[in-house]
């Protein structure tokens, strides 16, 4: 499964800040990236267990619809001492409005409620690459660390004001983007993404 300089390839994501960030990965291969909104797809429901199996629903779902190969990321924070939570449900603690400030308000309650003395997390990434004949192959990366409340900087999207990877100061909210493109979660998936097809 290869793609070439000039094809084209389906985001199957809804969420500006996610099509952005893969759309500027995919920058300097020349990819024509086109936003699965911008074609008028719908969203599949994603009814997986894990990241993987909601990221190749997705992505089967608009290749068959847009008849193109289609990338979708499903991805999510994991926050150790609330048992992996939220986990696969992230975007659905910010609720249909994507109130993200609120989910992380939310975290940082539960942690109280848990009496958690420590506040290490990860962000999972899993990418899935599917043609329209059904055929797919999924890529997961990970970053570790820790969150810090209360929330800081307006870079990124998502969880990012309250995750600070391993071997930083700052939270991805705070960084400039190019520096969390060479540290996410996203960018170790687009990275085993990219050898094995670009």
Not at 24 to 52: H, K, Q, S
Not at 74 to 100: E, M, Q, T
Not at 115 to 139: I, M, R
């Amino acid at each position: 499964m290869k793609l070439k300089k000039g094809d084209r390839l389906v985001l199957a994501s809804h969420n500006a800040g996610k099509v952005k960030e893969i759309a500027e990965l995919l920058l300097p291969y020349g990819i024509v990236v086109i936003g699965a909104g911008e074609l008028g797809l719908p969203e599949p429901e994603e009814n997986g267990t894990t990241f993987a199996e909601n990221a190749i629903i997705k992505a089967k779902a608009v290749a068959l619809e847009a008849k193109l190969p289609a990338l979708a990321d499903d991805s999510g924070l994991c926050v150790a001492a609330l048992d992996g939570a939220p986990g696969i449900y992230s975007a659905r603690w910010a609720g249909p409005s994507k109130d993200f400030p609120a989910a992380m308000a939310r975290i940082e309650k539960e942690l109280a409620a848990a009496k958690a003395a420590e506040f290490s997390a990860k962000f999972v990434c899993a990418l899935a690459l599917a043609l329209p004949d059904g055929v797919f192959e999924t890529y997961i990366g990970e970053v570790h660390g820790r969150l810090e409340f209360p929330p800081r900087g307006r870079n990124g999207f998502g969880y990012d004001p309250i995750f600070v990877a391993d071997g930083m100061d700052r939270t991805f909210g705070e960084i400039a983007p190019e520096k969390k493109h060479a540290n996410s979660h996203r960018s170790n998936a687009f990275a085993k993404f990219a050898a094995a097809v670009l």
